[in-house]
C-alpha cells in the first residue's frame, strides 16, 4: 500500500500543476492520503518500517494543496475576466457610442 500511495502522490503531484486537470488529480490524491495513512497505522502496530507511506502521505498532502490553490486561483481570475468583459461591454455598448 505504501508503493501505491507513493505512485498516486506521484501521479496527483503532477497533474495538480496543470490548470484545469488538478480537479482530476484530486482523487488520486484522496485515494493516496488514505493509502498512505492506513499503511502507517499498520506499520506502526507490526513495529516496521514506514517511509513509502509517509512519503506517500506527504507527497499527497502537498499535492492537493497544490491542487486546490492552483484551482482557486484559477476561479478567481476567471471571476475577474468576466467581470472585465461585462465592463468593457456596458462601456461601448452604450448609446454614447452609436450616435
Keep these: 500500500m505504501g508503493i501505491a500511495a507513493l505512485i498516486l502522490g506521484i501521479i496527483s503531484f503532477i497533474l495538480s500543476f496543470i490548470p484545469i486537470c488538478g480537479l482530476v488529480g484530486l482523487l488520486p490524491a484522496i485515494i493516496g492520503l488514505i493509502l498512505g ?4 497505522v499498520k ?12 512519503a ?7 499535492a492537493l494543496i497544490v491542487s486546490i490553490v492552483w484551482n482557486l ?3 478567481a481570475a476567471i471571476g475577474v475576466a468576466a467581470s472585465e468583459y461585462e465592463d468593457y461591454n456596458s462601456l461601448y455598448n452604450s448609446s454614447y457610442y452609436y450616435n
Design 73 to 75: 486561483v484559477v476561479v
Design 56 to 62: 506517500g502521505i506527504i507527497l499527497t498532502s502537498i
Design 37 to 40: 495513512i492506513v499503511e502507517v
Design 43 to 54: 506499520k506502526s502496530k507490526a513495529g516496521e518500517p514506514k517511509g513509502l507511506g509517509i
